[in-house]
């Protein structure tokens, strides 16, 4: 007769450390795509791509550049969001139907070292931000909360029993886009605001360790 095992523990982390980036994050596609057509054009052996064969690579990228720019540009609540995916299928079965045919796209030369050149800025400009979320974060431990600013700069001391944490969620895509980012705040016992993070990647995983952290506190102190 085998006997019942209790499942083990869930973890719990040492401490979460929550970082806030600028929306700039959300021109990943931009520097993917950038990637993808200068090596494709490395692969075909071409220095622009001029010819009408390849005009949809240069069309490709503009349409992601003219996505991505809305995206860090404004902020789709749902109604909008819903407005604008109506209309985007509306035009696309008028076309269809050939009630209202879009008129021939023109070509457009870029270059192969432009998205060359562009995808090197972009990498430096994520590596650099990477590098500076290193030095500003939040940190929530069983003893504290410490809000770190800069090298060897200020910081920020809140006990960690009395604050409380909330997410909102005001863009769409903030919900369905990866790294899946929105605002934190954070509350002091009162309710008053003591930080606010304007765009926490990966938000859920981040509060659900927050929470974990919080419990343990609340459960010991009980």
């Not at 979320?133 to 090298?151: A, D, K, M, P």
């Not at 003591?194 to 102190?221: F, S």
Request: net charge neutral; hydrophobic share 50%.
């Amino acid at each position: 007769m085998s006997t019942p095992t209790t499942p083990p523990e869930e973890k719990l982390p040492s401490s979460v450390h929550v970082t806030s980036y600028p929306k700039i994050i959300y021109l990943w596609p931009t520097w993917v795509a950038s990637w993808i057509f200068w090596i494709y054009g490395v692969i075909i052996g071409s220095s622009a791509f001029i010819h009408t064969d390849y005009s949809w690579v240069n069309w490709t990228w503009i349409f992601i550049l003219t996505f991505n720019l809305f995206v860090v540009g404004f902020e789709f609540a749902a109604g909008k969001f819903l407005l604008i995916l109506l209309l985007i299928f509306g035009l696309i079965g008028v076309s269809i139907s050939g009630i209202l045919p879009l008129p021939a796209l023109p070509q457009i030369e870029i270059s192969n070292t432009f998205y060359l050149v562009l995808s090197i800025v972009f990498t430096i400009i994520f590596g650099l931000l990477w590098i500076s979320r290193r030095f500003n974060y939040l940190e929530i431990s069983h003893q504290q909360v410490s809000y770190h600013v800069g090298i060897l700069a200020d910081e920020r001391r809140y006990p960690a029993p009395s604050i409380h944490f909330e997410k909102i969620t005001d863009d769409v895509f903030e919900r369905i886009m990866p790294p899946f980012c929105a605002k934190l705040i954070m509350r002091t016992e009162k309710g008053e605001i003591a930080e606010i993070m304007t765009c926490v990647p990966r938000i859920n995983k981040r509060l659900a360790d927050i929470k974990k952290i919080l419990d343990y506190l609340q459960v010991k102190q009980g």
